[in-house]
């Protein structure tokens, strides 16, 4: 079970790490600091072979000695939105029925009618 553990662990810390661009990657062997961002990870009964994003690989005999921490910078991340730059206006008008009657609910006669996907009453 134990091992179980580890393998998922492992292979989720990997994954998490490949997808995101600001993770970095702490890896360590027998409590040694490695240099090298892992991109796979192999398992064969209790050894791991670690392939690095250099091209090289490791293999390790006891993969509970391995250990792979992921941090993630989030202040990467949108913070602002201007809605008003990015809106693209419809200002297509339809009928409750879908038919559509023009760009501009000027002249049209009473009724209730769809502009930008929101319901619009004609007096």
């Known amino acids: 079970m134990k091992r179980k553990m580890l393998c998922l662990s492992l292979l989720m810390a990997l994954s998490g790490g ?35 994003s250099d091209g090289s690989s490791q293999t390790v005999d006891d993969m509970s000695t391995v250990g792979i921490s992921l941090t993630y ?13 990015n809106v ?11 038919q559509f009657v023009g760009t501009s609910v000027q002249e049209l006669p009473k009724g209730i009618y769809i502009v930008g996907g929101k319901k619009y009453i004609v007096k």
């Open 88 to 98: 693209n206006v419809d200002n297509r008008v339809y009928t409750l029925a879908g």
């Open 18 to 52: 490949s997808v995101f661009a600001d993770t970095e990657q702490t890896v360590t062997i027998d409590g040694s600091v490695i240099d090298n961002f892992v991109v796979n990870l192999t398992f064969n009964g209790n050894a791991v072979t670690l392939d690095y």
């Open 73 to 85: 910078d989030s202040s990467s991340g949108i913070t602002n939105v201007n809605a008003e730059d």
